[in-house]
Structure formats: structure tokens, C-alpha cells
């Protein structure tokens, strides 16, 4: 595996201790960690994050969460956890805090995911429900053991597991399938808090390299990904592009067109001519 170890700091985030910790617990704040210069990993490339999240607030006093990120620019400070919005890649959430005051069906913390292809805004009132690709409860708040999760996208199929009840097991939160990242994108995390504030800690972001047999195929259709999108997932500015369309049917197209017009000129020249034949034996 390979450990980033070189980070630079955005807002009120420090980087590159023995964890990378995000603001700091008292007062409001926002900031992120990001590794210098462009990894060159592969998109199919696990994440393994290490991390804590403590404070003094009880129950639901806290916040606000953080966010871990594999988007094409640099992160710069927003208010998507820290990063900014209309984002072009994949966000994955830990949220700490509920928004949205009606919702009874959902327990905080919450862990989703998102994938942007720079057209959605994140609903922060709403704690992104709109455009969730899936999601699960994680109480991970002030926790004695060490608390893990494991982000993977492997052939177009996007799963997060969390390590959260210190038994050294794995289970699943999120599965996607039909996900496309394009390659070559940025690594990184951010948090953000407000009046309620906890400290969130990121112990360590690993990346292991993952040997993937995939056909000629497969490998090809990987390279042509150059938009994030998710398929068969109807959310508003998440259709795929359409393909652009090749010049021989284009060709097709124009001239079958340009055939019917002319069919239906003649039968128009047809039916005029017997309507006025038909006219002057009346006549006479």
C-alpha cells in the first residue's frame, strides 16, 4: 500500500502529524487535507481510512462531519464539509449532525455517498438525501477502539465498508453498481464545523494497488470515461453524455430524410393533380 504523507492544508485543517485532524473543536471552522501534487494511483485503487471522531457534545450536539474526496481539481474551501460544492468525482460523507428536523427515519451518524458530474448542488439541509447514492448508520462518536472504513471501485461498482465496533470485522454500508470515475483525479479530505463542533481525525488514508484483470474491453471502456456518472440513477443532471454521433449516420439520417421529403412532395404533386381533374368534370 502507499501512505500520503505529504499533505497540504486548506482553511483551519492540519496536516501531516500523526493524524490529520480537521478543525479545531471550538467555535466554527472548515478545512481540508489534500496530498501535494497529483497521485498517480489507479481509479481502482481501495481507500483505507483511519480515524476518530470525539468532542464534549452529547447526542446530537455535535458536528458537523467530514468528508473524504477523489474529485478531478484541487479541493478548495465550500460549504460541502469543508469543500466546495458543484464538485466533478466522488464524495463520501460522514455526517454527524441531522439538518433536516422532519426526517424520522434516518439515525446520526450517517455515512453516504456522491457522485457529481458538476451539475448537482449538495441539499446541506437536507443532509444530501436528494442526491444519495446510498448509505448506512455508523455510531462513531467518541469511541475507545479504533474506528476503520474501506472505500472501492472496482469495475464500475462503488462499495464502502466500515470496521466501527472494534471486532476487527467488516460490513457493508454502501454498494453501488453502474458507477464510471474517470482517471487520474485527486485524493483528499475535509470537514466542517459550526456552533456544535467535534474534533474529526484522520488517522491515515491509505491506497492499495489492486491487481483487476479486466478484458481489452473493459479496459478500453475505462479509459473513455470522462464524466462522472452513475447509470440507470435518475437524478436531476446525472445523464450519462450522449455519444457523439458518427458522420456515416449522420449521412443516413440526412438522406433518408431528404428521401421522405421528396416521396411526400410527389404524392402531395399526385393527389392536387386529381383533386383538379376531378374538379373540371364537375365543372363541365
Known amino acids: 500500500h502507499v ?19 480537521a478543525p479545531q473543536p471550538q467555535g466554527q471552522g472548515s478545512g481540508g487535507c489534500r496530498p501535494e501534487g497529483r497521485p498517480q494511483f489507479h481509479v481502482h485503487a481501495p481507500s483505507l481510512v483511519h480515524f476518530k471522531i470525539h468532542g464534549q457534545g452529547k447526542k446530537n450536539l455535535n458536528g458537523d462531519g467530514f468528508a473524504i474526496w477523489y474529485t478531478k481539481d484541487r479541493m478548495q474551501p465550500g460549504p460541502v464539509f469543508g469543500s466546495k460544492d458543484n464538485f466533478l468525482g466522488l464524495g463520501v460523507f460522514v ?13 446520526f451518524p450517517y ?6 458530474n458538476g451539475s448537482l448542488t449538495y441539499d ?7 442526491t444519495e447514492l446510498g448509505g448506512c448508520t455508523a455510531m462513531v ?5 479504533d474506528t476503520f472504513l474501506v472505500i472501492r471501485y472496482v469495475k464500475r461498482r462503488l462499495t464502502v465498508l466500515i470496521d466501527i465496533d472494534g471486532k476487527h470485522e467488516w460490513r457493508d454500508c454502501i454498494d453501488v453498481p453502474g458507477v464510471r470515475l474517470p482517471r487520474g483525479y485527486y485524493f483528499g479530505t475535509s470537514s466542517v464545523t459550526g456552533d456544535l463542533s467535534d474534533n474529526h481525525d484522520i488517522i491515515s488514508l491509505k491506497l492499495y494497488q489492486l491487481t483487476v484483470e479486466r478484458t481489452p474491453e473493459e479496459e478500453k471502456r475505462d479509459r473513455e470515461v470522462y464524466l462522472p456518472v452513475v447509470d440507470n440513477l435518475k437524478l436531476p443532471g446525472m445523464e450519462a453524455p450522449l455519444e457523439p454521433m458518427s458522420g456515416l449516420a449522420l449521412f443516413l439520417i440526412v438522406f433518408f430524410s431528404l428521401v421522405a421529403i421528396v416521396f411526400a412532395i410527389v404524392i402531395g404533386v399526385i393527389i392536387y393533380n386529381k383533386w383538379q381533374e376531378q374538379s373540371r368534370k364537375h365543372f363541365y
Open 95 to 107: 455526517d454527524t449532525y441531522p439538518n433536516e428536523e422532519k426526517q424520522q427515519e434516518r439515525v
Open 111 to 116: 455515512i453516504s455517498a456522491m457522485v457529481n
Open 3 to 21: 501512505e500520503l504523507l505529504r499533505w497540504a492544508e486548506d482553511g483551519a485543517a492540519g496536516c501531516g502529524g500523526p493524524a490529520l485532524p
Open 124 to 130: 446541506h439541509d437536507r443532509d444530501g438525501r436528494p
Open 141 to 145: 462518536r467518541n469511541l475507545n477502539h
